[in-house]
T-cell receptor, first 113, second 116 residues
Framework: EAQVTQNPRYLITVTGKKLTVTCSQN?????MSWYRQDPGLGLRQIYY???????DKGDVPEGYKVSRKEKRNFPLILESPSPNQTSLYFC????????????FGEGSRLTVL | AQKITQTQPGMFVQEKEAVTLDCTYD???????LFWYKQPSSGEMIFLIY??????QNATEGRYSLNFQKARKSANLVISASQLGDSAMYFC?????????????FGEGTQLTVNP
């Protein structure tokens, strides 16, 4: 089954404690990205990757890091989480840059105390 | 820059009736794509329908159709014969040809409630 898998799905952590949200896709997609969803703001892109070792900032990259060492994986790293990073996070992938839908993971709800 | 506007924070519809969810957009890209996603209370994002800016006909997918009016820059979603399972948050999104990173720009969403 074609899917994007994120872990963990739910996490409560404290300010400053580094965490990583993993993302893996099994569709051999070149393009992967991370979004955060906040009430009243829709989804906003954090980082994206066009291929292995190629990443770039999206609209709201502050406080986040990413890496793309393998085509299928695109982890999101919060080096020192803060309460304003409490949000619902989505990983997404797509095959073509210009066309085609984004396939989303199930979401990871993060709370930073 | 791209912008999506969904002016209806919440909508209510009776079961079996049709409902239109509004979406207007703004972009300087000559070529772009428009998307609608559904987000039920469980949280996942479900792709519903896609319309390319150069497509001659409005997109349809089962009970979903996209009323695309290019001159007015609108891409409204029409759901026919509403079902209780259609109750969810609906997001309109777009991607321009020149947009880096394959980024989708999302609207704020419309919460649809289908009443029995």
């Amino acid at each position: 089954e074609a899917q994007v898998t994120q872990n963990p799905r739910y996490l409560i952590t404290v300010t400053g404690k580094k965490l990583t949200v993993t993302c893996s896709q099994n569709m051999n997609h070149e393009y992967m990205s991370w979004y955060r969803q906040d009430p009243g703001l829709g989804l906003r892109q954090i980082y994206y990757s066009m291929n292995v070792e190629v990443t770039d900032k999206g609209d709201v990259p502050e406080g986040y890091k990413v890496s793309r060492k393998e085509k299928r994986n695109f982890p999101l790293i919060l080096e020192s989480p803060s309460p304003n990073q409490t949000s619902l996070y989505f990983c997404a992938s797509n095959k073509e840059v210009d066309t085609g839908e984004l396939f989303f993971g199930e979401g990871s709800r993060l709370t930073v105390l | 820059a791209q912008k999506i506007t969904q002016t209806q924070p919440g909508m209510f519809v009776q079961e079996k009736e049709a409902v239109t969810l509004d979406c207007t957009y703004d972009t300087s890209d000559p070529s772009y794509g428009l998307f609608w996603y559904k987000q039920p209370s469980s949280g996942e994002m479900i792709f519903l329908i896609y319309q390319g800016s150069y497509d001659q006909q409005n997109a349809t997918e089962g009970r979903y159709s996209l009323n695309f009016q290019k001159a007015r820059k609108s891409a409204n979603l029409v759901i026919s014969a509403s079902q209780l399972g259609d109750s969810a948050m609906y997001f309109c999104a777009m991607r321009g040809l020149r947009t880096s990173g394959s980024r989708l720009t999302f609207g704020e969403g419309t919460q649809l409630t289908v009443n029995p």
